[in-house]
């Protein structure tokens, strides 16, 4: 394991201090306690990896509990929102799940303590009354003038707002701290309101409910956290946290420790203005792969690995600053150079006829999917015909002197390919080239030059008669300036208008056609895409482009006017200059297989990377799904797989599409402590793909019919509602549902 020292993170500090010293006998129980009000965003994912990464260093639990004390803003959508994107960051809290609605009897108790040792008063007060009562910064409060009620008193009209006798607003409960602190939050803080509306958990039990300040401390307290880790804002509500756990809980308690939190450029972070990129619709809903939430990053193509080695690289900080998105971006092409099969497309095609190749005549052409300093092999055939398309941005009828690609007279090699000349350019009539003539170097298939002769650029292309039609979605940042709202009203003056380009006549090399939907890919010259998983379908293939191959954003801004600040000049982001992987990690890459991130994740963790090593040999060509498997997937708990045959096949009937990542997910642990074979469990269990589709036409019926509202939606254009039925139809079917066939089924019912 390595030690704080190596890593530079305080908080690893605070928790090595606390295990030497024996203050929790050695537990590390943390928690991420979201609020269920809206989607994750990129800093929600900083504190996912480090409130569970932490547990997972130190060999501790870490709890995932749902503050849902605010029964106005929160929704069980949010709640399943929130569980599938710590999920698929790569986190899991076993048994932990916890919701702080669940402690509202205990805590209700807890205030009744409170009151009960003169600790705690009901304030007739109005809220205006309250405020104006608090004081300023310069002067102290006042007391209100129910400060000294009785402890009978308040525990009568404590019970009363209870009851439900009083109305919203008429009382709250505070804290009988002090009024004439300097810090303005202990000024007799808040702990109960009076809110008569329904919770989405505990529907109308409960017309009085916990703030944020009061049932924070308390749950912490109630599920025995040891490091209770929150951002730097709630560095004033730390003394609130102590009072409380202090008057209520024995020794050992939690501690409140503070961090800095995500800020990151290009974009803003708070959940209202999110909501009102979305409610305003300047985006398409809350998974637009231009937003910043886990969604929309998932939706767009990151990786879990890319995000949470950005989490790390970022580090853990006392103090707030601003990241670079660029950080962001190059973790996910760090990740994505290692993994991704490049092959090639052309977005902006212009067709090109080489008038000496016979015609009906087609070469198939070997091409490597990955570069030679990516330590993975694998190739693929590319058709070559008389009729080519090239992508427009690589011809130019009147280039200028450092233009290397084609032009009339010119030359260019075409990847894997032959040397071409263009002899002619076709026009409309309105003066555009819509065509090229050309002809073809026959002596030098492969790129080469028998004669030695110079050609100095070399383009992608695709044969016109095998090109496979696709849309591409190229998505650049959302806002044009570092901080949108740095000197403006109204942040959405600064969004940018060209964060989203659609091109519906790009084209794509035939051998994608069979490829998963979930391949990412290295579009040579162009980026990193992959399919949309919301709305591609084997019938229209649309890509998003997930980043480009350098950041040319500065190069972007400078074009645009002076009033749109470009960015630093930076190729690589300082913090990753400094990041050099081990020789030992690299090998176990290069080995099997690995990228260099699975192999990184790996290394940091000895338990897991001990069970790799221990079956990488029999696991042969299934080593990356492996590994993949054992850092994502593996239970905590597991310290060796005694018997690798079963295990092996279950990752590889998971590997090949047999079985769902749930259901492989569901039968594991059997599968490893017994050896049973995971076949026989499916059978067994009932837990083969659903595929009838009579079956699936049923559940979808009354999905549908539950749920017309959301039907209608999807209806009027809000297609990335395919999600939200697919997920109910997967639940439904217990996870077995074929995820194809179903689609296609509620694609065809929604219209």
């Known amino acids: ?16 201090r606390d295990n030497e010293s024996g203050k929790y006998a050695g537990a590390v129980v943390t928690r991420f306690p979201p609020e269920p009000n809206g989607y994750l965003h990129i800093g929600h994912a900083k504190s996912i990896a480090l409130n569970f990464g932490l547990a997972r260093k130190y060999d501790g639990t870490c709890h995932l509990r749902f503050d849902d004390t605010n029964p106005e803003t929160e929704d069980p959508e949010f709640v399943e929102a929130i569980k599938r994107d710590v999920h698929w960051l790569g986190y899991e809290w076993g048994d932990n799940l916890f919701f702080a609605s669940d402690y509202f009897e205990q805590l209700y108790d807890y205030a009744v303590k409170l009151i009960g040792q003169g600790l705690a008063y009901v304030d007739s007060s109005s809220m205006e009354e309250i405020r104006k009562n608090r004081g ?7 007391d209100s003038p129910y400060r000294d009620r009785t402890i009978e008193e308040n525990l009568k009209l404590f019970g009363e707002m209870r009851d439900g006798v009083h ?50 401390p308390l749950s912490d307290a109630i599920e025995n956290i040891t490091h209770s880790l929150c951002t730097l804002e709630f560095e004033n509500n730390r003394p609130i946290y102590d009072w409380l756990v202090d008057a209520v809980c024995e020794s050992p308690r939690p501690y409140q420790y503070e961090f800095a939190r995500l800020n990151l450029n290009y974009t803003v972070m708070s959940k209202r203005k999110l909501l009102r990129l979305v409610e305003e619709k300047f985006v398409d809903g809350w998974d637009d792969p231009r937003m910043y939430t886990i969604a929309g990053l998932r939706r767009r193509g990151y990786t879990p690995s890319s995000i949470r080695s950005f989490a790390e690289r970022v580090g853990v900080a006392r103090a707030n600053s601003r990241s670079d998105v660029g950080l962001l971006e190059y973790s996910i092409r760090d990740d994505l150079n290692a993994i991704a099969p490049r092959v090639m497309a052309v977005l902006r095609p212009l067709r090109i006829e080489l008038t000496n190749y016979d015609e009906g005549k087609v070469e198939w052409l070997e091409a490597p999917y990955f570069p030679h300093d990516v330590p993975k092999e694998g190739s693929r055939k590319v058709p070559f015909s008389r009729n080519i398309l090239i992508d427009r941005s690589d011809f130019k009828e009147n280039p200028g002197k450092k233009f290397y690609r084609l032009s009339p007279g010119n030359e260019v090699r075409l990847r894997y390919g032959y040397v071409i000349r263009c002899t002619d350019v076709i026009k409309n009539d309105e003066g555009d080239v819509v065509e090229l003539k050309g002809t073809c170097d026959l002596d030098t298939r492969g790129g080469d030059t028998p004669d030695g002769r110079r050609v100095r650029g070399t383009i992608q292309w695709v044969s016109a008669e095998h090109a496979i039609p696709i849309e591409t979605r190229l998505y650049d940042r959302l806002f044009s300036v570092e901080n949108p709202e740095e000197g403006v009203e109204d942040f959405t003056v600064n969004l940018n208008p060209d964060s989203i380009e659609i091109l519906s006549g790009s084209v794509a090399e035939p051998s994608i056609a069979n490829d998963d939907p979930g391949t990412r890919y290295q579009f040579e010259r162009e980026g990193y895409f992959w399919q949309d998983p919301e709305d591609s379908s084997p019938d229209k293939l649309v890509f998003n482009r997930i980043v480009m191959l350098k950041d040319s954003w500065e190069k972007t801004v400078k074009a645009k006017p002076a009033t749109i600040k470009p960015r630093a000049k930076e190729t690589v982001p300082k913090e990753v200059r400094t990041i050099v992987d081990s020789p030992a990690t690299l090998k176990m890459a290069e080995d099997f297989g690995l990228s260099v991130e699975l192999a990184r994740q790996l290394s940091k963790d000895e338990a897991k990377k001990a069970i790799f090593d221990a079956i990488a040999e029999q696991a042969g060509e299934l080593s990356a799904a492996v590994a993949n498997w054992i850092v994502n997937e593996l239970p905590g708990d597991v310290q060796g797989i005694d018997n690798p045959g079963p295990f092996l096949k279950m990752v590889a009937m998971f590997d090949s599409g047999d079985i769902s990542q749930r259901i492989a997910r569901q039968i594991q642990v059997e599968v490893i402590e017994s050896g049973t074979d995971p076949e026989t469990v499916v059978d067994r269990e009932g837990l083969a793909q659903i595929s009838d589709p009579s079956t699936l036409e049923a559940m979808a019926d009354d999905i549908i019919a539950r749920n017309t509202e959301k039907a209608e939606l999807y209806r009027s254009g809000k297609k990335g509602l395919i999600g939200f039925f697919m997920g109910q139809l997967m639940q439904a079917s217990g996870g077995k549902a074929n995820p194809e066939v179903a689609r296609g089924i509620i694609e065809k019912k929604l219209g």
């Not at 394991?1 to 090595?16: K, L, Q, V």
């Not at 300023?136 to 006042?142: A, I, M, N, R, Y």
Request: aromatic letters at 10%; charged letters at 25%; hydrophobic letters at 30%.
């Open 1 to 16: 394991m390595a030690s704080s020292r190596d890593t530079n993170n305080f908080i690893e500090e605070i928790i090595e």
């Open 136 to 142: 300023t910064v310069t002067e102290p409060g006042t």
């Open 167 to 216: 109305g919203d607003g008429t009382h709250v409960l505070r804290a009988k701290m002090d009024m004439g602190s300097p810090n303005m939050k202990l000024r007799d803080p808040l702990l109960y309101r009076i809110k008569h509306a329904s919770h989405y958990r505990t529907g109308d039990e409960w017309c009085i409910y916990p703030m944020y300040d009061f049932a924070h």
